[in-house]
């Protein structure tokens, strides 16, 4: 039962594994990046820009 649902949605339950595994790791990269700041967000593209030298 555990396994059914990644293996008939991605044929591999290690495949199902690995996706639900980097999602988490995502969600988790966002919520410590919208940490750095009370009001303002990190999802914008300035974000993820690289930095400029002046």
């Known amino acids: 039962m555990r396994g059914e649902f990644a ?6 339950l290690a495949i199902g594994n690995s996706l639900a595994f980097t ?10 990046l919208e940490c750095r700041s009370e009001t303002g967000t990190a999802l914008k ?8 030298s002046t």
């Open 45 to 52: 593209t300035a974000s993820f820009a690289p930095p400029t």
């Open 7 to 12: 293996e008939s949605l991605f044929g591999s």
């Open 23 to 32: 999602a988490f790791d995502l969600c988790l990269i966002v919520a410590a």
